[in-house]
């Protein structure tokens, strides 16, 4: 088997999936932390669930990893359910970049992106040719992969965390606060360059924000989660012009920092 | 890890079980028993057949040799009659040596035929204050009502010692006038008469050094302690040759030739192995110099350090790991390394005993336990400072918890482990001088005998190497703190 031809192989060979939530509920000591959650994000979309601290966006995060256990309802990949999976199929479905990068300090990034397909006894060759192909596809330099985390950059960091994140080849990626830690003109051309890497990975995208600026920009949609419930989901303009509900507008204009151009003139 | 702690465990009883071993000599933790061991020693290899002969010299006080020669830890070593009757028979009334040999058969010992020296408590007084008072018998100093006087706590608390003596020949010497001290301490004040008269055994190499007269007991009031080999009954009856060269020499050390030969130790410094040879007339075929005895020690004290800290992690990090995941045992836990760090080393040395003997094994537990907290305290803190979001991503990452153990766990803790570790060495370096008083040598040997003695320079050739070792322990630390702790936590921006 040749692995050169992983290499040189485009975007279109990436594998990609369908990521569902029906109905899904949880609560902690009695307390209704989910209530009836469903989503549905198709093949190769990017979707953003936005939603303010405590709104249970971080629970639902955790729960799509399949890190808690929840009392009701579906979260499926391909129309899989979670609980028909091992949690070792599981982790090499969803591809995850925790905040900040969330690599591991005591190894280099290229022991960070190799330790799964490692502990999945993959062949040297076979890592270093995956390797190779995502950090062209992430566009970094070969030097940086050397490096422990904490010489590294903000975005360098993020970069690493996705190239980790796509070793398996996920159907689908979830990333947590993906900016949240970088300073405002990183952040821009991170921007660009992420949503370039989403196109170019054709994944199923799950970007978990508090930030509207943020899901805006990266994602096609929205959804807007309240208290453990979904308030809306749509597109920004959907938001904007039909809200489901006042809060809708209300969240919309608490993180519109500076006035519209229309306001100013 | 279960295969590791089998093999440790058979390894632990293994040296118990080893079926054809070779004849073990004993003596206690002074000169004089040295050399009379080392005398056992040289007379049994030079018998036929040869036997090979291992020596633990050094091994402690009269209880220790007792309960090694009833444990079949050792064969043979030298004590007194007296000694025997006191601590052993626990009867001081039995004179004869044929009550004291019945007593003993009683237990499964064998007493020899007197070697030929009476070592028992004498009082002695500088030779210029017995001129200038006209004294020679213990009779002379009862008159004197000015005489000063130090004696050691164990002969002033004996009932056989000062209190008895006084009674017996109706001292005149105020109480105030007796001092009691450290044993070793009063040689320094009768040489510069701070006092006039102190206790001393009779074959003490010190009474040639300071120039002491020792006074007549007159009224024959001191008891016996007749030198004799002890032996355990299967060894007399498995070598007969080798205890018949023993018995023979009976009758042959007299007080001026033991007197001499703990001088030649004590004062010039002649190594045990060349008195007995030279005592025996044969040529020393040990080349006991002071680099092949600290050579030996350092075997002795490395192999002690490396085994029991060897256990300690192999318990100590386990320990460590699961009083982070329970979280009420892991605080029993703590609480009792804590708790084993504050007996004292004695004591616990004392408690272990009648487990484990004595000689290696004691000692070994000892300082494994000694060890312990640094190594579980360590582990704990150090695993529960990682930042708990890294767990829980590697679970995310579908790690299992082996994995999240091997991978991540114990390399982010690693720094501290580490640091652990290397306390729990350089304790152990300290704490394994104390195996000397269970018999396990070491640099304790020299450092407990110098004690003793009050003999700086000898407490040095065990002081000095036990801290050198100390500072190559953590040389070697930081060699391996470079290897063992991964790359990315060495460094911190």
């Known amino acids: ?68 256990p929840f009392e009701k309802g579906y979260v499926k990949i391909n129309e ?55 950090r062209a596809l992430v566009g970094l330099d070969t030097t940086i992969l050397a490096r422990f985390p904490h010489e590294m950059s903000g975005g360098q960091k993020q970069r690493v965390a996705i190239m980790r994140a796509a070793m398996m080849d996920p159907p689908v990626m979830l990333l947590d606060e993906p900016m949240a830690a970088l300073d405002p003109l990183i952040r821009s051309t991170l921007q660009e360059e992420l949503k370039s890497i989403f196109q170019r990975l054709g994944k199923t995208v799950l970007i978990v924000t508090h930030d509207l600026g943020e899901a805006v920009f990266l994602a096609e949609r929205i959804t807007l989660l309240h208290q453990g419930r979904i308030i809306q989901t749509g597109t920004y303009r959907e938001l904007l012009l039909t809200p489901a509900d006042p809060f809708v507008s209300s969240f919309i204009n608490a993180q519109r920092s500076l006035p519209d151009v229309s306001a100013v003139a | 890890m279960k295969k590791l702690l089998i093999l440790l465990c058979v390894f632990l009883f293994s040296s118990a079980m080893a079926a054809d071993r070779p004849i073990v000599v004993g003596s206690k933790i002074f000169t004089e028993g040295y050399i009379l061991g080392e005398v056992a020693a040289q007379v049994i290899e030079a018998s036929a057949p040869p036997v090979p002969v291992t020596r633990k010299l050094g091994m402690g006080s009269t209880g220790i040799l007792f ?85 050691s706590y164990e002969f002033m608390d004996r009932a056989d010692g000062w209190p008895g003596l006084a009674a017996a020949y109706h001292f005149a010497v105020p109480p105030r006038n007796v001092n009691r001290m ?44 007749q030198a004799v080999w002890v032996a355990r009954k299967d060894f007399v009856e498995r070598y007969p040759a080798q205890w018949a060269a023993l018995q023979k020499l009976a009758g042959t050390i007299d007080v001026s030739t033991m007197l001499d030969m703990n ?67 892991g605080q029993a836990i703590l609480l009792l390394s804590a708790m084993i760090q504050t007996v004292p080393s004695l004591a616990l040395l ?77 304790v152990s370096i300290g704490t394994a001088t104390l195996a000397a008083l269970v018999g396990a040598g070491g640099y304790g040997a020299p450092i407990v005998s110098g004690l003793s003695l009050n003999d700086v320079p000898t407490i040095l050739t065990g002081a000095i190497p036990a801290a050198l070792m100390a500072w190559l322990a953590h040389g070697l630390f930081e060699i391996l703190g470079k290897i063992l702790i991964p790359g990315g936590l060495r460094v911190r921006p």
């Open chain 1, 1 to 68: 088997m040749s692995y050169t031809s992983l290499a040189e192989s485009t975007a279109e060979l990436f594998n990609t999936g369908m990521l569902e939530l029906e109905h899904v509920h949880k609560s902690f000591a009695g307390r209704t932390v989910l209530s009836d959650v469903s989503l549905t994000i198709p093949k190769g979309a990017t979707h953003a669930l936005i939603g303010s601290s405590g709104s249970g966006k971080t629970t639902l995060l955790r729960l799509t990893l399949g890190l808690i």
């Open chain 1, 80 to 134: 899989q359910p979670l609980s028909s999976f091992t949690p070792i199929e599981w982790a090499d479905r969803i591809g995850y970049v925790p905040q900040e990068g969330g690599l591991f300090p005591h190894i280099t990034g290229k022991q960070n992106v190799s330790l799964v397909p490692g502990l999945r006894n993959w062949p040297a060759a076979r890592i270093d040719a995956r390797v190779e192909e995502l």
């Open chain 2, 182 to 225: 450290e044993h070793s301490l009063t040689y320094q004040a009768i040489d510069q008469n701070a006092v006039d008269v102190i206790d001393v055994y009779s074959t003490d190499a010190k009474i040639r050094k300071f120039n002491l007269r020792v006074l007549d007991d007159d009224r024959a009031y001191f008891p016996v302690y």
């Open chain 2, 67 to 151: 309960q090694s020669l009833s444990s079949g830890a050792i064969d043979v070593y030298a004590d007194y009659t007296g000694t025997l009757t006191e601590a052993i028979i626990k009867n001081p009334d039995l004179k004869s040596q044929a009550e004291i040999q019945a007593a003993l058969a009683k237990l499964g010992l064998v007493m020899s035929e007197p070697l030929g020296f009476n070592n028992t408590y004498a009082l002695a007084i500088r030779e210029a204050f017995a001129r200038q008072n006209n004294i020679r018998t213990i009779s002379d100093l009862a008159r004197l009502k000015t005489a000063r006087a130090a004696f």
């Open chain 2, 350 to 426: 004392c408690f272990l005993i009648p487990l484990f003997g004595v000689g290696t094994r004691p000692a070994l537990v000892a300082l494994c336990l000694y060890s312990l907290l640094p190594v579980v305290l360590n582990t704990f803190t150090g695993i529960r400072s990682i930042d708990p979001r890294h767990l829980e991503n590697a679970r995310a990452f579908g790690l299992n918890s082996r994995q999240i153990l091997f991978r991540i766990t114990l390399p982010l803790a690693s720094p501290m482990l580490l640091a652990g570790v290397k306390t729990a060495t350089i």
């Open chain 2, 263 to 329: 001088a030649e130790a004590d004062i010039e410094k002649h190594s045990y192995s060349q008195i007995a040879a030279k005592f025996l007339g044969a040529e020393s075929h040990t080349s006991d110099t002071l680099t092949s005895r600290i050579a030996h020690r350092t075997v002795e004290h490395l192999w002690l350090v490396a085994i029991s800290l060897l256990f300690s992690i192999v318990i100590g990090v386990p320990l460590g790991i699961a009083a982070v995941r329970f979280h009420a045992t």
